[in-house]
């Protein structure tokens, strides 16, 4: 195990009803004036947004909103949100809903301290983030464990039209309370149901493929969310209105995520990255874009760094049979395992299923790789293997 330090400072209410709370807890953490910022109509349809706004009111406290956070927030609105919150005066953000209004929350955060273009945290410029104001948020989608992350993904779109999805971190940028109610998921599409759940297991997996030797308690850590999201993304899948399987699988989300799970260990992300850009082209959500991608990032790396690691995937989550005389006839189950699941929940599994030609690899690859030339751990991407795995998930 390597060396790490870990800061997690969030302070979780988790359970039915604790939307009622966010006043008190935004006055708790010093804010007096919000932005809260949302995406599209289904807070205001819920109900949720009239139920926080009576808890600020409550609470005495002044708010403006947002809303219009598309899945993979785009930097348009950041900038809009940035404005808005210097003009009014703004010193707390609120944002109620999943992984892309989190995201757009922390970047409106931190550019609305900063004097330049917030987008030089996320292209490389500057880093990491240390000044931001205070966020808070309201869970409604279990995925991508934003709610307790250092992370914020944001897509920039140039006046060109070309878009690049970067991402910007600072431990300044985890929220500082997160209000966590599994009832508020009971209302998602399946296809948003299981696009999380994949999202959950795919931040695991970026994290168990390491190179980094003795890591039996993460590796035990991340083998359990693993698992349970086999048992209740099933369970999940056949009753949406399960109380108890929603509020598994939106603890999971947070714990895949947060690093906990991560910590001491060298980790991957190349597969998240490859991920972009299938998000870009073809619109597909993230938790769709890693079902595909995964399995074939795996087989490229059972034949590039070996089986070990992948026969103990296979064995502990699948429970496959090991062949100690074919290892690699192990570590191929465990992938065909994972695809199966990802089949179950309804993924894509192929580029060309969403609309992918051959034709688009060389664009995706050029555009991965532009200003952002590191990409991965356990497998180091360059051009040519990222190509190469694109055109195996064709």
């Known amino acids: 195990m390597d060396n790490f330090n870990f800061y997690s400072p969030t302070y979780f209410v988790f ?20 932005l809260i ?57 609120l944002p109620l809903g999943g ?48 709610e307790g992350s250092t992370d914020s993904v944001v897509t920039l779109v140039t006046e060109d039209g070309n878009q690049y999805k970067r991402c910007a971190d600072g ?32 931040h695991c997996l970026e994290r168990y493929f390491s190179d980094t030797k003795d890591c039996e308690l993460t590796d035990r850590m991340l083998e359990a969310v693993m698992l349970t999201m086999l048992k209740e993304g099933r369970r999940v899948m056949k009753n949406p209105n399960d109380y108890e399987a929603r509020a598994n699988i939106m603890w999971a989300a947070m714990v895949a995520q947060n690093n906990i799970t991560g910590v001491g260990r060298a980790q991957d992300w190349g597969t998240h990255h490859m991920d ?23 087989e490229y790396a059972i034949k590039a760094k070996g089986p070990e690691k992948f026969v103990k995937f296979a064995t502990r989550v699948f429970g496959c049979q090991n062949d100690f005389e074919n290892p ?5 189950e465990g992938v065909k395992m994972l695809r199966a699941f990802f089949d179950e929940l309804g993924m894509p599994n192929s580029i060309s299923s969403i609309g992918g030609k051959p034709e688009d690899i060389p664009g995706m690859v050029e555009n991965m790789f532009y200003g952002a030339p590191n990409h991965g751990n356990f497998i180091k991407l360059t051009p040519e293997i990222a190509a190469e795995i694109y055109a195996m998930a064709m």
């Open 99 to 146: 992984g892309s209004v989190m995201d757009s929350a922390k970047g409106i955060a931190l550019g609305a301290l900063y004097d330049g273009d917030f987008w030089d945290f996320y292209c490389g410029k500057k880093g990491p983030v240390t000044e931001a104001l205070p966020v808070g948020c309201v869970v409604t989608i279990a995925a991508s464990g934003s």
């Open 328 to 332: 690699e006839v192990t570590a191929m």
């Open 15 to 34: 359970g039915k009803g604790t939307e009622s709370q966010t006043g008190e807890l935004v006055k708790r953490y010093g804010g007096h004036k919000v």
């Open 171 to 202: 431990d300044i940028l985890r929220p500082l309370f997160a209000i966590m109610n599994p009832e508020l998921m009971m209302t998602l599409p399946p296809y948003q149901t299981a696009s999380g759940i994949s999202d959950i297991f795919a």
């Open 37 to 93: 910022h949302y995406g599209g109509g289904s807070v205001k349809r819920s109900g949720l947004l009239d139920r926080v706004k009576a808890s600020l009111d409550e609470a005495g406290l002044e708010y403006v909103e947002l809303g219009g956070v598309k899945a993979s927030p785009l930097s348009d609105l950041v900038y809009e949100g940035i404005e808005l919150a210097k003009k009014e005066g703004v010193d707390f953000i």
């Open 276 to 298: 972009n850009e299938i998000g870009i082209n073809y619109g597909a959500s993230h938790g769709a874009g890693l079902a595909l991608l995964f399995p074939y990032w795996m």
